[in-house]
């Protein structure tokens, strides 16, 4: 198993504005995710982040708004840029494809209100 | 394009019966199915994962089954209890590691 935290764990911001949040892994793992869950939805993919190469966007999310590193094995960060209301969600960042389980980890989420 | 369903609908149940989520996919078959659970302000975590050649798998008091004829899986929690209460996700794989959610089914058991 692996154990995932994020900061930060919620903020408040203004329209306009960037918010980076950090995300860190007590081991060291190939593939991290992003997803967002918007109120009484499910989570949406945003990105895969490999150690060592650009990340991989999905249908509808782009480099611009939801910039991505991955300097190492056990961190990842994703900014949401120029923000507006509709970006009001909670982003998690997991792990997982390791092992043969494929089960995938989640860490506690980031919940982000833009004004 | 890939769709999953879950009972929109909240579930409520009395303590000790047994409650069945359903997740039901289109256009797609996957290799394998994962559920979990999440709790209000925490992030899923992973119960169980049966793949497209099990029937059934079973874990303490949840079980599992995946028809991949009927693109249907049930969740079930046998004996229920309060602590049980949370929003219950099912996913699929994609190529890469990638899941696809459901949008999720909230239980509510009462004592």
């Known amino acids: 198993s692996a154990v995932i935290s994020q900061k930060p764990s919620r903020d408040i911001c203004q329209r306009g504005t960037s918010l980076t949040i950090q995300c860190q892994v007590d081991?060291?793992?190939?593939?991290m995710f992003w997803y967002r869950q918007q109120p009484g939805q499910s989570l949406t993919l945003i990105a895969t982040a490999n150690q060592g190469s650009e990340a991989t966007y999905e249908s509808g999310f782009v480099i611009d708004k939801f910039p991505i590193s991955r300097p190492n094995l056990t961190f990842s960060t994703l900014t949401v840029s120029n923000m507006s209301p509709e970006d009001s969600s909670i982003y998690l960042c997991s792990v997982g494809g390791w092992s043969s389980t494929d089960t995938q980890y989640f860490g506690p989420g980031t919940r982000l209100t833009v004004l | 394009s890939q769709k999953i369903e879950q009972n929109s609908e909240a579930l409520n149940i009395q303590e000790g019966k047994t409650a069945t989520l359903t997740c039901n996919y289109t256009?797609?078959?996957?290799?394998?199915l994962q559920w979990y659970r999440q709790d209000p302000g925490r992030g899923p975590v992973f119960l169980l994962l049966i793949r497209e050649n099990e029937k059934e798998k079973r874990k303490e008091r949840l079980k599992v089954t995946f028809d991949t004829t009927l693109k249907q899986s049930l969740f079930h929690i046998t004996a229920s209890q309060p602590a049980d209460s949370a929003t219950y996700l099912c996913a699929l794989d994609t190529q890469g590691g990638k899941l696809i959610f459901g949008q999720g089914t909230e239980l509510s058991v009462k004592p």
């Open positions: 081991s060291q793992v190939t593939m």
């Open positions: 256009n797609y078959s996957p290799a394998y």
